[in-house]
């Protein structure tokens, strides 16, 4: 397991995949290094390409707002990241075997936060990280756990922006992602 400068930089040098030749930045994460709550996405899109920050465009907004609402910051509370840390052009799903070359840094930042609640957003997350075969409408909202680390995921804040209706559960599952933060941290 890397420490966190010698994770970086390799993030940083990484060229195992196309993606590392095409992008402007790489997003690492950000947010909180002792979390108990880790949030997880699927790559940058271009406002995280153009900056170098995980979920700043019009969905990191959206989330960080409906989060801001349940008192919980990037700064304090969570720790936000994706499953590959370059932008596939176009946005478009990460490749498996883009996703595969990228996931041992994720288990490198989960293995050095160590949360206790993990939070999937969105199908591709849900994939690498919960169960590759299940559909994100169907296991949504439900929380299984394994070693401890209890996971859930929820629709991404993309697909709130194209589907107002899905607004609704996705704020039913941050309110039990509190519920449980709370559970588990005695933290209000
Ligand atoms: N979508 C993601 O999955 N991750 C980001 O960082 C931004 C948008």
Redesign the pocket.
Known sequence: MLGWQTLYQTCLECKRCPLGQNRNNM?FGEGNLQADLMFI?????RD?DMTGH??V?R??QLLDKALLALELTRQEHYYIT?ICKCRPQNNRVPLEEEAQLCLPFLRNQFALIKPRIIVC??ATAMKYVIDREARISKIRGQWRECKGVHMMATF?P?ALLRDENKKRVFWEDLKQVKHKYVELTGEK
């Not at 996405?41 to 899109?45: L, Q, R, V």
């Open positions: 997003v996405g699927e790559a940058p899109g995280e995980p979920f465009g969905a990191g994706n957003l969105g991404h993309a």
